[in-house]
């Protein structure tokens, strides 16, 4: 007789309620002609309140707005920007895109996030941005970032795609840099299916981003149909922005859940020897978008040990991300060593909304039979 499996448990699926269809099915039925725009500055507007920052612009992707923040910055040809090995490829693409150069620099062993004191060795005179990337929800070193930044007249970009609800010194993730640039993919904390958003307190450079936005229209042109550069189209839509506006009337809910999940894993597996999780120190919040566990080596647990045994178990469950230095589009950087070491010891746990404390309780278990091997 065959036996059966347990239960699947997936690694990840937004939280999506009554509000959020009845935005949607409005914005469907409703959000045309004079009103194709309502939900769009609705989601807009409350999001930039969240954050407390003076513009916000809807996107396509957090791909998209990187891109656009960085063509508005001005990085192109034969200019450099810094980031950190261990990211997913989205943070390096839109550099590539815009024939820049993507210089990989080591990775801090506890916070997984860009080495401070890495950085201005790799700096150049070809260097245009400084892209911190908040990795799982844990904050970059933002303080000494932006001094080094400040020192050297580079602007210091932040990727906040995983880092909704993280906060250093009391301030929101992705409102500290010269931009931010945030994620609404359907794994994220706070959803639209896909989506991003660019904000930043310049002025003059959320008009420039405005323009790129539209195919290079300007809101100021007085012709109709007369773009006054070439732009993009990383535009969102109406009826993804109803979705967005209903979860942000649910932020903290949505937060305060990711949270109290990772709390759950970390009181207990914090007895666990050899286990460690995602940082929060006493100056941050963590956002605690993917909580995640890196074995101490002498553990002897491997990535792949840990995908099968989940797999096993009917458990969806995450590698952390490789370097991108080891991928073929780019230069290799082995003296990265934290960066190519940690990912093959990790694993990003499930974490969803209604995730229970049953579940959480079998993926607890399988850790604590690997360790006990």
Not at 137 to 158: K, S, T, W
Not at 176 to 198: I, L
Request: net charge negative.
């Amino acid at each position: 007789m065959a036996v059966s499996k347990p239960p699947r448990i997936l690694y990840t699926k937004p939280s999506i309620t009554a509000l959020e269809a009845e935005y949607a099915a409005d914005a469907a039925a409703n959000g045309w002609g004079e009103r194709c725009y309502d939900y769009i500055n609705r989601f807009e507007a409350a999001f930039k309140d969240h954050l407390g920052v003076s513009h916000a612009i809807a996107t396509s992707s957090c791909t998209g707005a990187l891109h656009m923040g960085m063509a508005a910055l001005g990085i192109g040809p034969g200019d450099e920007v810094i980031l950190a090995d261990t990211n997913w490829i989205a943070s390096a693409a839109p550099i590539a895109h815009l024939g820049a150069r993507p210089v990989f620099v080591d990775i801090r062993p506890d916070s997984w996030c860009i080495d401070p004191d890495l950085i201005e060795d790799a700096i150049t005179p070809r260097t245009r941005a400084i892209l911190a990337v908040h990795l799982y929800g844990n904050l970059c070193d933002m303080e000494r970032l932006l001094a080094i930044g400040g020192a050297h007249g580079i602007p210091v970009i932040e990727d906040a795609a995983e880092a909704i609800g993280s906060e250093y010194f009391g301030k929101r993730a992705g409102s500290m840099g010269r931009f931010g640039a945030f994620s609404f993919h359907g794994t994220k904390t706070v959803t639209t299916g896909e989506g991003g958003m660019f904000v930043t307190d310049d002025a003059a450079l959320y008009e420039r981003v405005l323009t790129l936005s539209n195919h290079g229209r300007s809101r100021g042109q007085p012709k109709q149909f007369w773009p006054d550069m070439v732009g993009f189209k990383y535009k969102m839509s109406n009826v993804q922005a109803a979705l967005g506006y209903a979860q942000m009337q649910r932020i903290e809910q949505l937060i305060g859940r990711k949270r109290q999940i990772f709390h759950y894993y970390r009181d207990r597996l914090r007895d666990f020897p050899g286990v460690r999780m995602n940082p929060e120190p006493s100056n941050v919040v963590n956002g605690a978008w993917m909580p995640t566990v890196v074995f101490d080596k002498e553990t002897g647990i491997t990535r792949e040990q840990l995908s099968a045994t989940f797999a096993g178990e009917n458990i969806d469950a995450r590698v952390f991300f490789h370097p991108l230095s080891s991928l073929e589009m780019f230069d290799s950087v082995p003296a990265n060593r934290h960066a190519w070491d940690i990912p093959a010891r990790a694993m990003n746990l499930p974490s969803y909304h209604d995730m229970t404390d049953h579940e959480q309780d079998r993926v607890i278990a399988i850790i604590g039979r690997l360790l006990d091997k």
